[in-house]
Structures are given as C-alpha cells and as structure tokens.
C-alpha cells in the first residue's frame, strides 16, 4: 500500500507456489510481525522464536515481554532472552517444562 487509511485492516495471505503466509494488518502501534505457529522439536533441542517488532517509539528491550502458558518468561535454566528481548531461545524444548503456549507482548507509551 503506498498509503494507509482504516479500511484496509484486516487479514492478508502472499501465496507463493505452495507457501502462504498471512499477516494481520492494522494501525496497531507498536506492531509485531510474527506468525502463529506450532513448533515441534526432538530431544535435547534448543528452540528459537523470534519477532519483529516497529513502531513509534520503537520498542526496546524494556517494552518487550515473552510469557509461557501466562507467566511472565525470564532468563533461567530453560530460557534466554537475546536480541533485546526480540529472541527467546528454549533450552533442552523437548523437556515437558517448556512444552506449551508462548506468547509476546509489546508495549510502549502508545499501546500494546
């Protein structure tokens, strides 16, 4: 879009041969750019998630909180936090103890 007006929220797909991606469009701020998804992984993994994430303030590492099944992550024996809190890498991901919901939040001074 080269501009940006309300009625253009809401969901879009770019398909490329037999890839899709969506993404949610809306005047959020600050936005997060991530897609959902279910990540497997064998024994003794360390897993990585990453978000992109913009807006104005840009969010920095303060702003950015990552949580398992709705308890606030720290960096621990399962978990760091790299990238300014943009990355959480999941130690040893096949240990039961990190098996479940993971969820990023931003806020900054205009919203979450």
Not at 9 to 25: A, K, L, W
Not at 52 to 70: C, K, R, S, Y
Request: proline share 3%; with cysteine.
């Amino acid at each position: 879009f080269s501009t940006y007006s309300s009625s253009l929220d809401g969901q879009y797909t770019c398909q490329s041969d037999n890839t899709s991606r969506s993404v949610y469009i809306t005047n959020a701020n600050p936005a997060v750019f991530t897609s959902k998804s279910e990540i497997r992984v064998g024994l003794i993994t360390n897993t990585v998630i990453d978000v992109l994430v913009d807006g104005n303030p840009i969010p920095t590492a303060n702003d950015i909180e990552w949580f398992f099944n709705g308890s606030i992550v720290s960096d621990n024996e399962y978990y760091q936090l790299n990238n300014g809190n943009k990355q959480l890498r999941i130690i040893n991901a096949s240990s039961d103890n990190v098996t479940g919901v993971y969820q990023c939040k931003v806020t900054t001074s205009t919203g979450n």
